[in-house]
C-alpha cells in the first residue's frame, strides 16, 4: 500500500527537483514505512510505502528494471499471483519473494498496455518505459486506489491524493464548476458523472477500469474492462451452485487477509458482512490467527424511533454471528460524543473535496481508528454484497414472472412469499404489478415529494446540467423508481457509482495505514454471481436464497434465514447532535445568507430548511431530504471557506 506520485517533463531534460521535493513533503502527512524516490533525465517517481503484505516488506518502490528499461511506482496488491506466475513462466523459487509490483512490472514486459486485463486486485500504478519513451499506467477496475494527475504543454504531474500537486506553482487551484454544478444536483451520493473530473479545474483523475498512456505530451485513456452479464452457469442442481459460489468466495476471502499484520472487518448483523466474517475468521484460525470486528452500535440512551422491518442496534444479531463462528474478538463501538456534524472539516481534510455520505462519516472513521489501535493491516467489509453475492431481490423477480406471464411459477412464488413474510397476497400483488407494468398510469403513481435542489436554479442553467445528468440516466427528482435488474446492471456499467467507495476507501487507508478490502467486490466474484441463473437466487418464495443456501453451517439461522427485518447504521445521527444543536443553526443561518457560496447553492432553500428545524431536533429526520439539503449545504459551506 502507497502513496505514489511523479512528474514528467516534456521540455527539459532535468526534472525540476523542488517539484519533485514540494510532492514528497506533501506526503509526509502519512505515516510510512519506507520513503524513496527515483529519477532519469526528465522524469520523477516517488513513493511513500505502508508494508501490509509479506511481500511489501521485501518491496523498493520505485522500483527500476535495468534489463527491461523500465521503472515503476505502484500503489498495488495483486490477488492472482499464483496465475500470474504460471501464466510468465515464473521459476517457483522465484515466486515466494516477489513483489507485486515486480508481478506487475513483468505482465507489462510481456503484455504492454494490455496489461490490466491480466491483474485481479485493488491497484493504481504508472510504469515509465525508457525505450519507447512512454509513460503508462492504469487504475483497477472499480477505482478501489485513486490516482490523481495535471497536465499542460510542458509535464505531466500524478498523485495518489490531490493536495500533493496542489502545492506545485504552477498548478491553479481555481474550482471546476461543472464538478460542483453535478455535486449539487445529483440526489444521491454520486459525486459527478464526469469521471475523469474534481473538483479542482486542473486536477483530473484516472477513471476506474481504464489505462492511461502518456507519449509525445499527448494523454490518451482507453477502457480495458467493461463488466457485462455473459452466457450463464449451467449446473445440474442447486447444491453445485452452492459449493461453486463457496469455491469462489473463499478464493476472494483468502487473497485478502494475505498479510503479516492483524486481519479486522467491519461487521453487521446482515449476511453480506456476515458471510464475509466467517469465511475469513476460519481461514485465519487455519494461520493461528484470530479476526477482529468493528461494529458500530448505537449510543446507550437513544430512543430507536425505526419501524419494525428495521433494527438500528444489530448487536444481538452481530453477537450471534462472532459466536456461532468463532475464532473473533469483536468490538463494539458506540463512539460517544461524534456525530455527522463533529466530524465534517476531518472529512473534509481527508477526502479532499465536499462528500454527501455523512451519515456514515463519523461511524467509518471511528471503525478506522479503532481498527488501527488493534493493529489491523487488512480491514474487510461486504459493501458490494447486495449486486453480488447477496442478490435476489424477491419482489422484482416476481414482476419479471408476472410479465412474462409465466402464471404457475408466479402464483408458487407469491403464495410462498406470502408464507414467509407474513404478508397478504392481496397487499404484495399492487406492489408487484407497479413493477411489473410501470407504464400503466392508474398504477403508476408516484406520491413521493421530489428531492428539493440545492443548486442555485441560474447556476444550473449556466452549467446545462439537468440535460447532462439527464443524459447519463441521473434522476435529479429522486422519485424514479426503476426495477432492481436495471439498477443493478447500471451499478456495473457506469463507472460514476464505483469512484465514492476508492476514493474515501484510498485516502482513509493512507491515513491509518491500513488497507481496505471487499471479497465481494472481487472480480472472479462478480463475474461468477452475474452468471448465475435468476432461479438460483430467488427460490421458494425467499430472496438472497443463493447466499442462504450456500451459507448453511457458517452462520446462524438467526442471521441467515433473515427475512423480515433490516439494519439501518445511522439511525441515532440527529440524536447525537442535539447538544450542538444551537450551533448547528447559527451556522446553517450564515450558510443561508453567505455571498460567497449564493452563486453556487439555493439559499431560498436553506432558509426555508432552517425555518423548519426551529422547533428542535427530530431523530425521525436524519434520512429525510430536508436534513440532506441542511448537512450538504454546510459541508459545502465549509469546503469553499476553508480551501478556496
Request: charged share 25%; net charge neutral.
Amino acid at each position: 500500500m502507497s502513496a505514489i506520485t511523479g512528474i514528467l517533463n516534456y521540455d527539459t531534460s532535468d526534472t525540476h527537483r523542488s517539484d519533485a521535493e514540494a510532492l514528497m513533503q506533501a506526503l509526509q502527512k502519512y505515516p510510512a514505512d519506507q520513503v524513496q524516490t527515483w529519477f532519469d533525465e526528465n522524469t520523477f517517481f516517488g513513493c511513500l510505502a505502508q508494508w501490509v503484505t509479506p511481500e511489501s516488506t521485501l518491496e523498493i518502490l520505485p522500483y527500476y528494471d535495468s534489463e527491461r528499461r523500465l521503472s515503476i511506482t505502484a500503489d498495488a496488491i495483486i490477488d492472482n499471483r499464483t496465475e500470474l506466475f504460471n501464466l510468465l513462466q515464473l521459476e517457483h523459487k522465484r515466486r515466494k519473494s516477489m513483489t507485486d509490483s515486480e508481478l506487475i512490472l513483468l505482465a507489462y514486459h510481456k503484455w504492454g498496455e494490455d496489461t490490466p486485463k491480466y491483474l485481479v486486485g485493488d491497484f493504481a500504478f504508472m510504469i515509465w518505459d525508457q525505450r519507447h519513451e512512454k509513460l503508462f499506467g492504469a487504475r483497477d477496475f472499480s477505482g478501489t486506489r485513486t490516482l490523481y494527475f495535471y497536465r499542460d504543454p510542458y509535464r505531466f504531474a500524478f498523485c495518489t491524493v490531490i493536495k500533493p500537486l496542489l502545492t506545485l506553482p504552477y498548478i491553479d487551484k481555481g474550482l471546476n464548476e461543472q464538478w460542483i454544478a453535478e455535486f449539487l444536483a445529483i440526489p444521491i451520493t454520486t459525486d459527478a458523472v464526469d469521471i475523469t473530473s474534481t473538483v479542482y479545474k486542473r486536477i483530473e483523475q484516472v477513471p476506474p477500469s481504464h489505462t492511461i498512456t502518456v507519449m509525445n505530451g499527448k494523454v490518451a485513456f482507453r477502457r480495458y474492462c467493461t463488466i457485462e452479464t455473459g452466457e450463464k452457469l449451467r449446473l445440474s442442481s442447486d447444491g453445485e451452485y452452492e459449493e461453486a459460489f463457496r469455491e469462489v468466495f473463499q478464493e476472494a476471502i483468502h487473497s485478502r487477509i494475505r498479510t503479516h499484520r492483524t486481519v479486522g472487518a467491519q461487521l453487521s448483523g446482515g449476511l453480506d458482512s456476515g458471510s464475509v466474517v466467517s469465511f475469513a475468521a476460519k481461514a485465519l484460525q487455519a494461520q493461528n490467527k484470530q479476526l477482529h470486528t468493528f461494529s458500530y452500535v448505537p449510543v446507550e440512551d437513544f430512543d430507536d424511533w425505526t419501524p419494525k422491518s428495521r433494527v438500528a442496534n444489530e448487536r444481538p444479531f452481530i453477537r450471534s454471528t462472532v459466536q456461532y463462528v468463532g475464532n473473533i474478538a469483536d468490538h463494539y463501538l458506540d463512539l460517544q460524543g461524534k456525530s455527522p456534524l463533529s466530524e465534517v472539516d476531518d472529512w473534509l481534510d481527508t477526502y479532499e473535496m465536499p462528500f454527501k455520505f455523512f451519515e456514515n462519516a463519523y461511524w467509518i472513521k471511528g471503525i478506522y481508528e479503532s481498527a488501527r489501535q488493534h493493529g489491523v493491516g487488512m480491514l474487510l467489509n461486504g459493501q458490494r454484497g447486495n449486486w453480488t453475492i447477496s442478490w435476489g431481490p424477491c419482489l422484482d423477480y416476481m414482476a419479471v414472472l408476472l410479465k412474462k406471464m409465466n402464471w404457475h411459477r408466479f402464483y408458487n412464488e407469491l403464495k410462498l412469499h406470502s408464507n414467509v413474510v407474513g404478508v397478504r397476497r392481496s397487499k404484495l400483488l399492487p406492489v408487484i404489478a407497479r413493477k411489473a407494468f410501470p407504464f400503466v398510469q392508474h398504477l403508476s403513481v408516484n406520491h413521493e415529494d421530489p428531492f428539493p435542489q440545492l443548486i442555485n436554479p441560474e447556476f444550473a442553467r449556466k452549467m446545462n446540467v439537468f440535460e447532462k445528468l439527464q443524459q447519463h440516466n441521473i434522476d435529479v427528482s429522486g422519485t424514479y423508481r426503476s426495477n432492481a435488474y436495471e439498477i443493478r446492471k447500471r451499478q456495473f456499467e457506469k463507472l460514476y457509482f464505483w469512484n465514492i467507495n476508492g476514493t474515501f476507501g484510498t485516502k482513509m487507508s493512507l491515513r491509518y495505514s491500513l488497507w481496505e478490502r471487499d471479497p465481494t467486490n472481487d472480480l472472479r466474484v462478480i463475474k461468477f454471481c452475474l452468471s448465475v441463473p435468476e432461479d438460483q437466487f430467488v427460490k421458494n418464495g425467499v430472496g438472497r436464497s443463493l447466499i442462504r443456501r450456500s451459507m448453511k453451517n457458517h452462520l446462524p439461522d438467526e442471521v441467515r434465514m433473515n427475512v423480515k427485518t433490516r439494519g439501518v447504521q445511522g439511525a441515532d445521527g440527529i440524536h447525537r447532535m442535539k447538544p450542538s444543536w444551537d450551533l448547528f443553526m447559527e451556522e446553517l443561518q450564515r450558510v443561508s445568507t453567505d455571498e460567497e457560496i449564493a452563486p453556487f447553492i439555493n439559499t431560498s432553500l436553506v432558509k426555508e430548511v432552517v425555518a423548519k428545524f426551529q422547533s428542535g431536533p427530530e431523530s425521525s429526520h436524519i434520512f429525510g431530504d430536508d436534513f440532506k439539503i441542511a448537512m450538504r449545504s454546510l459541508i459545502f459551506y465549509r469546503f469553499i471557506k476553508k480551501y478556496t
